[in-house]
């Protein structure tokens, strides 16, 4: 078993100033574990990571093909994005399709989070509404899906309620993890979370990467719409899209929030899930990055645009480099 060594520190000057710890473990498909870093087995919140397997039942159930939806809308439905004026019209598309609008997303409105997204909000004024959330493609699915189902729209986000309970069977059945033993909160979006631990992330993530290169539909559409439409994913500065630009689609990762990411690594067919322990954002893509290095599915040296989320300036408000947000080991 490969041990591996992904902890974040930032550094003011000469020294370092804050470490963020960071837990992972890297799986195949039969649930061997291959790699791990201090608790593979810690449970925590899945958070965006499990949005490929919440949309598998709207797929499997012929309700995303009943509404004419394609890979844009797939990709979109897998994304947290950056609320780019080309994620909310294709999410407004979505819901004008179902005779539905904005105010039938149980999400709220947020900030776009790309740097572009919000820089073209705030230069034009516009009104930041719920199609702004980076879950928007999610619930636009989910809306969608509680039309297959022939359940009401409205309510769609209970955890009683068919969607939801689809869902979670979906989550069961790639990770499993039985649907009774799942942690069930209520996500940053309004819908149900599931909290399991790290191996059986990285597991689901695993078997998706298997099942889609032994032809399976489903996974193969998923993945197949995300790698044809990385911007949809995340945006055209967002982590996820960058990586999966500059390895050819050869790895896909899917960004959640409290520092968890999960991680296919389609040519090895192998799944990675890591939690930065103090849930800081600004250390989890370099500790993705750094496992990658580790496993030997990205270079030592890092394409330009990679490099730039593994070693971050850290500025004061003057603008000057005062220190740097990087792995540990460049400063052991």
Known sequence: MTPLALDIVATRGAHVESRHLVHAAVVAPDGTVRAQVRDPHCVTYWRSCAKPFQVMPFLEGGGFDAAAWGARELALACASHGGEPEHVALAAGMLGSLGLEEGDLACGPHEPLSAR?????????????????????????????????????????????????????????????????????????????????????????????????????????????????PVLLGGTDRFDTV??????GRIFAKVGAEGVHTVAILDQGLGLALKVEDGAQRAQQAAVLLALQQLGALPAELPPRLQEFLVRPVRNTRGESVGEVGPAVRFA
């Open 117 to 229: 997204g919000a820089r073209l909000v705030r230069e034009s004024g516009e009104r930041i509404t719920r199609l702004h959330n980076n879950c928007s493609g999610k619930h636009a699915a989910m809306l969608g899906a509680a039309r297959m189902h022939g359940a009401p729209t409205q309510g769609y986000e209970r955890p009683d309620h068919a969607v939801q309970a689809a869902c979670a069977r979906a989550v069961s059945i790639w990770t499993g993890v039985p649907v009774e033993q799942l942690w069930v909160a209520v996500d940053g979006c309004g819908v149900p979370v599931f909290g399991l631990s790290l191996v059986h992330m990285a597991l689901a993530y695993a078997r998706l990467a298997d099942a889609a290169r032994r032809g399976h539909e489903v996974p193969s559409r998923i993945l197949a719409a995300i790698q044809a439409h």
């Open 243 to 248: 990586l999966l630009e500059e390895t050819g």
